[in-house]
Protein backbone atom coordinates (compact mmCIF):
# COMPACT_ATOMS: atom_id res chain seq x y z
CA UNK A 1 0.00 0.00 0.00
CA UNK A 2 1.07 3.40 -1.14
CA UNK A 3 2.27 6.17 1.55
CA UNK A 4 -0.75 8.24 1.34
CA UNK A 5 0.97 12.22 0.08
CA UNK A 6 0.96 14.96 2.64
CA UNK A 7 -1.44 17.57 1.93
CA UNK A 8 -0.58 20.86 1.02
CA UNK A 9 -1.92 23.31 3.12
CA UNK A 10 -1.38 27.25 2.58
CA UNK A 11 -1.30 29.29 6.23
CA UNK A 12 -2.06 32.94 5.60
CA UNK A 13 -1.12 35.17 7.84
CA UNK A 14 -2.23 38.73 8.14
CA UNK A 15 -1.09 41.62 10.22
CA UNK A 16 -2.79 41.43 13.70
CA UNK A 17 -1.04 40.71 17.33
CA UNK A 18 -2.52 37.25 16.60
CA UNK A 19 0.15 36.22 14.33
CA UNK A 20 1.78 34.72 16.73
CA UNK A 21 -0.63 31.81 17.16
CA UNK A 22 0.11 30.83 13.63
CA UNK A 23 3.22 29.54 14.64
CA UNK A 24 0.95 27.19 16.56
CA UNK A 25 -1.43 26.14 13.44
CA UNK A 26 1.77 25.76 11.27
CA UNK A 27 3.14 22.76 14.07
CA UNK A 28 0.39 21.03 14.46
CA UNK A 29 -0.41 20.74 10.91
CA UNK A 30 3.15 19.92 10.14
CA UNK A 31 2.94 17.07 12.91
CA UNK A 32 -0.06 15.67 11.07
CA UNK A 33 1.94 15.33 8.18
CA UNK A 34 0.78 17.85 6.26
CA UNK A 35 2.99 20.15 4.00
CA UNK A 36 2.86 23.80 4.89
CA UNK A 37 3.06 26.74 3.00
CA UNK A 38 2.98 30.03 4.87
CA UNK A 39 2.09 33.28 2.67
CA UNK A 40 2.18 36.22 5.20
CA UNK A 41 1.10 39.84 4.38
CA UNK A 42 3.86 42.74 4.49
CA UNK A 43 1.95 43.95 7.87
CA UNK A 44 2.04 40.31 9.07
CA UNK A 45 6.07 40.15 8.82
CA UNK A 46 5.64 43.15 11.62
CA UNK A 47 4.93 40.31 14.44
CA UNK A 48 6.81 37.32 13.27
CA UNK A 49 9.70 37.49 11.21
CA UNK A 50 10.01 35.57 7.90
CA UNK A 51 12.68 32.89 9.48
CA UNK A 52 10.09 32.40 12.07
CA UNK A 53 7.84 30.97 9.57
CA UNK A 54 10.56 29.53 7.46
CA UNK A 55 12.00 27.38 10.00
CA UNK A 56 8.22 26.09 11.09
CA UNK A 57 7.10 25.62 7.28
CA UNK A 58 10.70 24.47 5.50
CA UNK A 59 9.54 26.93 2.19
CA UNK A 60 10.64 30.16 1.39
CA UNK A 61 8.60 32.67 2.58
CA UNK A 62 7.29 35.63 0.20
CA UNK A 63 4.44 38.04 0.25
CA UNK A 64 4.52 40.11 -3.34
CA UNK A 65 3.34 39.12 -6.76
CA UNK A 66 6.81 39.84 -7.72
CA UNK A 67 8.67 37.08 -6.33
CA UNK A 68 9.44 33.95 -8.41
CA UNK A 69 8.03 35.72 -11.57
CA UNK A 70 9.42 32.85 -13.85
CA UNK A 71 7.31 30.03 -11.71
CA UNK A 72 4.39 31.66 -11.44
CA UNK A 73 3.99 31.71 -7.82
CA UNK A 74 1.29 34.34 -7.66
CA UNK A 75 -0.81 31.21 -9.64
CA UNK A 76 0.94 28.40 -8.36
CA UNK A 77 0.71 28.71 -4.84
CA UNK A 78 -2.84 28.55 -4.97
CA UNK A 79 -3.75 26.20 -7.77
CA UNK A 80 -1.61 23.34 -6.03
CA UNK A 81 -3.15 23.76 -2.42
CA UNK A 82 -5.38 21.47 -0.86
CA UNK A 83 -6.53 24.19 1.11
CA UNK A 84 -5.95 27.76 2.79
CA UNK A 85 -6.41 28.99 6.14
CA UNK A 86 -6.32 32.80 7.26
CA UNK A 87 -5.48 32.87 10.56
CA UNK A 88 -5.26 35.38 11.87
CA UNK A 89 -7.40 37.12 9.41
CA UNK A 90 -7.89 41.01 10.21
CA UNK A 91 -10.81 43.43 9.11
CA UNK A 92 -8.25 44.59 6.65
CA UNK A 93 -7.86 41.11 4.43
CA UNK A 94 -11.30 40.19 5.16
CA UNK A 95 -12.72 43.27 2.91
CA UNK A 96 -10.15 42.90 0.55
CA UNK A 97 -10.80 39.31 -0.01
CA UNK A 98 -14.46 40.46 -0.70
CA UNK A 99 -13.09 42.90 -3.32
CA UNK A 100 -11.02 40.37 -5.22
CA UNK A 101 -8.13 42.32 -4.46
CA UNK A 102 -4.76 40.31 -5.36
CA UNK A 103 -2.72 42.94 -4.73
CA UNK A 104 -0.08 40.53 -2.50
CA UNK A 105 0.87 37.31 -2.85
CA UNK A 106 -2.19 36.02 0.02
CA UNK A 107 -4.78 37.66 -1.81
CA UNK A 108 -4.01 36.11 -5.18
CA UNK A 109 -3.59 32.73 -3.50
CA UNK A 110 -7.12 33.41 -2.25
CA UNK A 111 -8.27 34.51 -5.98
CA UNK A 112 -7.00 31.44 -7.59
CA UNK A 113 -7.70 28.57 -5.02
CA UNK A 114 -10.57 26.06 -6.22
CA UNK A 115 -10.18 23.94 -2.84
CA UNK A 116 -11.65 24.68 0.62
CA UNK A 117 -10.90 28.17 2.01
CA UNK A 118 -11.32 28.82 5.51
CA UNK A 119 -10.46 32.01 7.52
CA UNK A 120 -10.21 32.73 11.16
CA UNK A 121 -11.16 36.45 11.98
CA UNK A 122 -9.10 38.36 14.77
CA UNK A 123 -9.91 41.84 15.66
CA UNK A 124 -11.17 44.14 18.49
CA UNK A 125 -14.93 43.47 19.22
CA UNK A 126 -16.34 46.65 17.58
CA UNK A 127 -14.42 45.78 14.41
CA UNK A 128 -15.92 42.23 14.42
CA UNK A 129 -19.37 44.14 15.47
CA UNK A 130 -19.34 46.78 12.59
CA UNK A 131 -21.88 46.48 9.94
CA UNK A 132 -19.01 46.40 6.74
CA UNK A 133 -17.16 43.72 8.52
CA UNK A 134 -20.41 41.75 9.52
CA UNK A 135 -21.79 42.32 5.61
CA UNK A 136 -18.21 41.37 4.40
CA UNK A 137 -18.27 37.90 6.51
CA UNK A 138 -21.32 37.36 4.80
CA UNK A 139 -20.65 37.90 1.39
CA UNK A 140 -17.33 35.51 1.90
CA UNK A 141 -19.58 32.75 3.50
CA UNK A 142 -22.11 33.17 0.69
CA UNK A 143 -19.44 32.72 -1.86
CA UNK A 144 -18.50 28.99 -0.02
CA UNK A 145 -15.63 30.16 2.25
CA UNK A 146 -15.95 29.13 5.61
CA UNK A 147 -15.46 31.89 8.21
CA UNK A 148 -15.06 30.19 11.69
CA UNK A 149 -16.71 32.36 14.57
CA UNK A 150 -13.99 34.34 16.87
CA UNK A 151 -13.49 33.37 20.66
CA UNK A 152 -14.18 35.26 23.34
CA UNK A 153 -12.09 36.51 25.65
CA UNK A 154 -8.85 38.52 26.52
CA UNK A 155 -7.93 40.77 23.68
CA UNK A 156 -5.04 43.45 23.35
CA UNK A 157 -4.56 45.62 26.09
CA UNK A 158 -7.38 45.83 29.02
CA UNK A 159 -10.36 44.49 26.13
CA UNK A 160 -12.15 41.68 26.75
CA UNK A 161 -14.86 40.14 24.22
CA UNK A 162 -15.43 38.77 21.05
CA UNK A 163 -12.79 38.89 18.11
CA UNK A 164 -9.97 36.80 19.86
CA UNK A 165 -8.32 34.16 17.62
CA UNK A 166 -9.32 30.89 18.61
CA UNK A 167 -7.04 28.18 19.99
CA UNK A 168 -4.50 26.76 17.08
CA UNK A 169 -6.17 23.38 17.79
CA UNK A 170 -9.71 24.12 17.05
CA UNK A 171 -8.40 26.01 13.99
CA UNK A 172 -6.40 22.92 12.48
CA UNK A 173 -9.21 20.65 13.47
CA UNK A 174 -11.60 22.61 11.27
CA UNK A 175 -9.16 22.56 8.44
CA UNK A 176 -9.03 18.74 8.44
CA UNK A 177 -12.48 18.38 8.67
CA UNK A 178 -13.03 20.48 5.62
CA UNK A 179 -9.90 18.70 3.51
CA UNK A 180 -11.86 15.48 4.82
CA UNK A 181 -14.56 16.66 2.25
CA UNK A 182 -17.18 17.83 5.56
CA UNK A 183 -19.81 19.92 4.73
CA UNK A 184 -19.11 23.28 6.98
CA UNK A 185 -21.63 25.68 5.06
CA UNK A 186 -23.23 28.32 7.09
CA UNK A 187 -27.07 26.95 6.69
CA UNK A 188 -27.72 26.31 10.25
CA UNK A 189 -28.85 30.01 10.77
CA UNK A 190 -31.40 30.72 13.39
CA UNK A 191 -31.50 27.00 14.63
CA UNK A 192 -31.19 27.02 18.20
CA UNK A 193 -29.19 23.88 19.13
CA UNK A 194 -28.68 22.48 22.86
CA UNK A 195 -25.80 20.04 23.50
CA UNK A 196 -24.80 18.06 26.67
CA UNK A 197 -20.61 17.21 27.05
CA UNK A 198 -18.48 15.48 29.36
CA UNK A 199 -18.94 13.10 32.27
CA UNK A 200 -20.96 14.17 35.39
CA UNK A 201 -19.63 14.02 39.15
CA UNK A 202 -21.46 13.00 42.07
CA UNK A 203 -19.57 13.81 44.69
CA UNK A 204 -18.70 11.29 47.91
CA UNK A 205 -17.33 13.97 49.75
CA UNK A 206 -15.96 17.08 49.65
CA UNK A 207 -12.98 15.45 48.14
CA UNK A 208 -13.94 12.83 46.44
CA UNK A 209 -16.41 11.92 44.17
CA UNK A 210 -18.04 9.02 41.51
CA UNK A 211 -16.84 9.92 37.85
CA UNK A 212 -15.67 8.36 34.31
CA UNK A 213 -13.48 8.79 32.05
CA UNK A 214 -15.50 11.04 29.72
CA UNK A 215 -13.55 14.54 28.98
CA UNK A 216 -15.95 16.09 26.68
CA UNK A 217 -13.98 16.44 23.35
CA UNK A 218 -16.59 14.81 21.30
CA UNK A 219 -19.65 17.31 22.86
CA UNK A 220 -17.20 20.04 22.06
CA UNK A 221 -16.41 18.68 18.33
CA UNK A 222 -20.40 18.92 17.91
CA UNK A 223 -20.79 22.20 19.33
CA UNK A 224 -18.03 23.76 17.51
CA UNK A 225 -19.63 22.47 13.91
CA UNK A 226 -22.84 23.55 14.69
CA UNK A 227 -21.61 27.05 15.58
CA UNK A 228 -19.77 27.05 12.12
CA UNK A 229 -22.56 25.89 10.22
CA UNK A 230 -24.06 29.15 12.09
CA UNK A 231 -26.53 27.52 14.86
CA UNK A 232 -26.71 29.17 18.35
CA UNK A 233 -25.24 27.01 20.71
CA UNK A 234 -25.52 26.37 24.09
CA UNK A 235 -23.54 23.58 26.05
CA UNK A 236 -24.57 21.89 29.07
CA UNK A 237 -20.91 21.04 30.07
CA UNK A 238 -19.94 18.26 33.14
CA UNK A 239 -16.43 17.98 33.54
CA UNK A 240 -14.57 19.13 30.49
CA UNK A 241 -11.30 19.54 31.73
CA UNK A 242 -9.37 22.63 30.20
CA UNK A 243 -11.35 22.36 26.68
CA UNK A 244 -11.68 25.51 24.96
CA UNK A 245 -14.61 27.01 25.25
CA UNK A 246 -16.01 26.42 21.22
CA UNK A 247 -16.20 29.62 19.27
CA UNK A 248 -19.44 30.84 18.64
CA UNK A 249 -21.28 28.83 21.74
CA UNK A 250 -22.41 29.27 25.74
CA UNK A 251 -21.46 27.00 28.15
CA UNK A 252 -23.37 26.14 31.05
CA UNK A 253 -21.22 24.54 33.77
CA UNK A 254 -22.85 21.82 35.98
CA UNK A 255 -21.02 19.19 38.08
CA UNK A 256 -24.20 16.52 39.18
CA UNK A 257 -26.01 14.48 37.06
CA UNK A 258 -29.27 16.70 38.90
CA UNK A 259 -27.85 19.94 37.92
CA UNK A 260 -27.05 18.45 34.33
CA UNK A 261 -31.18 17.71 34.39
CA UNK A 262 -32.09 21.09 35.35
CA UNK A 263 -30.33 22.72 33.20
CA UNK A 264 -31.55 20.34 30.10
CA UNK A 265 -34.91 20.60 31.56
CA UNK A 266 -34.66 24.80 31.26
CA UNK A 267 -33.81 25.02 27.95
CA UNK A 268 -34.85 21.89 25.50
CA UNK A 269 -38.71 23.58 24.81
CA UNK A 270 -36.31 26.38 23.07
CA UNK A 271 -34.13 24.18 20.71
CA UNK A 272 -34.61 22.74 17.91
CA UNK A 273 -32.16 19.98 17.92
CA UNK A 274 -31.27 18.63 21.49
CA UNK A 275 -27.77 15.87 21.37
CA UNK A 276 -27.20 13.97 24.69
CA UNK A 277 -23.41 13.53 24.69
CA UNK A 278 -22.95 13.82 28.41
CA UNK A 279 -21.55 10.60 29.88
CA UNK A 280 -24.08 10.76 32.56
CA UNK A 281 -23.75 8.63 35.64
CA UNK A 282 -26.53 6.58 36.35
CA UNK A 283 -26.06 6.32 39.66
CA UNK A 284 -25.05 8.60 42.93
CA UNK A 285 -24.41 7.89 46.58
CA UNK A 286 -27.33 7.95 48.52
CA UNK A 287 -25.93 10.45 51.01
CA UNK A 288 -22.82 12.63 50.76
CA UNK A 289 -20.65 12.93 53.63
CA UNK A 290 -20.20 16.39 54.83
CA UNK A 291 -16.67 16.27 55.60
CA UNK A 292 -14.03 14.06 54.14
CA UNK A 293 -13.87 10.24 55.07
CA UNK A 294 -11.27 9.36 57.13
CA UNK A 295 -9.25 5.45 57.04
CA UNK A 296 -9.75 3.93 60.27
CA UNK A 297 -12.98 4.52 61.40
CA UNK A 298 -15.98 2.66 62.19
CA UNK A 299 -18.21 4.24 60.09
CA UNK A 300 -20.25 1.55 57.85
CA UNK A 301 -20.19 4.37 55.33
CA UNK A 302 -16.53 3.91 54.63
CA UNK A 303 -16.94 -0.03 53.86
CA UNK A 304 -20.44 0.20 52.23
CA UNK A 305 -21.86 2.56 49.05
CA UNK A 306 -25.44 2.38 49.09
CA UNK A 307 -26.42 4.21 45.20
CA UNK A 308 -29.58 5.56 43.72
CA UNK A 309 -30.58 5.89 40.76
CA UNK A 310 -29.88 9.52 39.10
CA UNK A 311 -32.33 10.89 36.78
CA UNK A 312 -32.67 9.80 32.92
CA UNK A 313 -32.30 13.05 30.88
CA UNK A 314 -32.52 11.56 27.76
CA UNK A 315 -35.57 9.30 28.68
CA UNK A 316 -36.99 12.61 30.15
CA UNK A 317 -36.50 14.76 27.32
CA UNK A 318 -38.04 12.28 24.75
CA UNK A 319 -41.36 11.58 27.22
CA UNK A 320 -41.35 15.57 27.18
CA UNK A 321 -41.89 15.94 23.60
CA UNK A 322 -44.48 13.15 23.55
CA UNK A 323 -46.43 14.84 25.77
CA UNK A 324 -46.31 18.03 24.08
CA UNK A 325 -43.73 20.30 26.56
CA UNK A 326 -40.67 20.25 23.49
CA UNK A 327 -42.15 20.87 19.75
CA UNK A 328 -42.82 17.62 17.95
CA UNK A 329 -40.72 18.99 15.73
CA UNK A 330 -37.71 18.91 18.08
CA UNK A 331 -34.88 16.59 16.35
CA UNK A 332 -33.06 14.64 19.59
CA UNK A 333 -30.28 12.42 19.17
CA UNK A 334 -28.70 10.33 22.09
CA UNK A 335 -25.29 8.87 22.64
CA UNK A 336 -24.74 5.22 23.83
CA UNK A 337 -21.43 4.38 25.17
CA UNK A 338 -21.60 0.58 25.23
CA UNK A 339 -19.24 -2.79 25.67
CA UNK A 340 -19.85 -5.91 24.32
CA UNK A 341 -20.34 -9.26 26.58
CA UNK A 342 -20.23 -12.90 25.76
CA UNK A 343 -23.78 -12.69 24.34
CA UNK A 344 -24.23 -9.46 22.64
CA UNK A 345 -22.23 -6.72 20.73
CA UNK A 346 -22.10 -3.29 21.70
CA UNK A 347 -24.02 -2.80 18.55
CA UNK A 348 -26.97 -4.86 19.81
CA UNK A 349 -27.34 -2.97 22.98
CA UNK A 350 -27.54 0.53 20.89
CA UNK A 351 -30.29 -1.07 18.50
CA UNK A 352 -32.00 -2.12 22.19
CA UNK A 353 -31.62 1.37 23.83
CA UNK A 354 -32.43 3.10 21.03
CA UNK A 355 -36.08 1.43 21.44
CA UNK A 356 -35.89 2.04 24.84
CA UNK A 357 -34.93 6.00 24.70
CA UNK A 358 -37.15 7.06 21.90
CA UNK A 359 -34.73 9.64 20.57
CA UNK A 360 -34.50 10.17 16.54
CA UNK A 361 -30.91 9.11 16.37
CA UNK A 362 -28.29 7.42 18.37
CA UNK A 363 -24.65 7.09 18.09
CA UNK A 364 -22.89 4.30 19.83
CA UNK A 365 -19.59 4.13 20.94
CA UNK A 366 -17.85 1.10 21.85
CA UNK A 367 -15.68 1.76 24.87
CA UNK A 368 -13.19 0.71 26.92
CA UNK A 369 -9.78 1.12 28.35
CA UNK A 370 -7.79 3.37 25.64
CA UNK A 371 -11.18 3.71 23.67
CA UNK A 372 -13.20 6.63 22.99
CA UNK A 373 -13.14 8.71 26.54
CA UNK A 374 -10.10 11.04 26.32
CA UNK A 375 -8.95 10.65 22.86
CA UNK A 376 -9.11 12.51 19.90
CA UNK A 377 -10.46 10.30 17.79
CA UNK A 378 -14.40 8.62 17.75
CA UNK A 379 -15.32 5.85 15.82
CA UNK A 380 -19.18 3.74 15.90
CA UNK A 381 -22.37 3.18 14.55
CA UNK A 382 -24.99 6.39 13.90
CA UNK A 383 -28.49 4.85 14.27
CA UNK A 384 -32.20 6.09 12.79
CA UNK A 385 -34.94 5.19 14.78
CA UNK A 386 -36.54 5.09 11.11
CA UNK A 387 -34.19 1.94 10.75
CA UNK A 388 -30.81 2.77 8.79
CA UNK A 389 -27.66 2.26 10.43
CA UNK A 390 -23.96 3.74 9.40
CA UNK A 391 -20.79 3.07 10.73
CA UNK A 392 -18.90 5.53 11.27
CA UNK A 393 -15.28 5.40 10.41
CA UNK A 394 -12.19 5.50 12.95
CA UNK A 395 -11.98 9.46 12.32
CA UNK A 396 -11.22 12.60 14.26
CA UNK A 397 -14.02 13.93 17.18
CA UNK A 398 -15.12 16.78 14.48
CA UNK A 399 -15.32 14.77 11.27
CA UNK A 400 -17.15 12.21 13.73
CA UNK A 401 -19.38 15.78 14.40
CA UNK A 402 -19.98 16.71 10.84
CA UNK A 403 -21.60 13.26 10.06
CA UNK A 404 -23.49 13.11 13.18
CA UNK A 405 -25.05 16.77 11.42
CA UNK A 406 -25.20 15.83 8.38
CA UNK A 407 -27.69 12.79 9.79
CA UNK A 408 -29.97 15.25 11.55
CA UNK A 409 -30.01 17.35 8.38
CA UNK A 410 -31.16 14.10 6.52
CA UNK A 411 -33.42 13.30 9.51
CA UNK A 412 -34.79 16.47 9.49
CA UNK A 413 -35.76 16.85 5.57
Keep these: ???????????????????????????????????????????????????????????????????????????????????????????????????????????????????????????????WHNPATQDNVATLRRRGIIVMEPAHGRLTGKDTGPGRLPEPGQIAEVVRTALDGHALTHDWTG??????????????????????????????????????????????????????????????????TAEMAQAVGERAADSDVIIMAAAVADFRPATAAGAK???????????????????????????????????????????AAETGDADHSALDFARAKLRRKGCDLLMCNEVGEGKVFGQTRNRGWLLDAAGPVTEIADGSKHSVAAQILAAVDRHRS
Design 191 to 256: RKVLITAGGTQENLDPVRYLGNRSSGRQGFALAEIAAHRGAEVTIVAGNTDALPTPSGAEVVPVVS
Design 1 to 127: MTAQQPRRIVVGVAGGIAAYKACHLIRDLKENGDDVRVVPTPGALNFVGAATFEALSGHPVSTTVFDAVDEVQHVRVGQEADAVVIAPATADVIARLVAGRADDLLTATVLVATCPVVVVPAMHTEM
Design 293 to 335: MKKGSDDDALTRLDLVENPDILATTVQRRRDGDIPAGTTIVGF
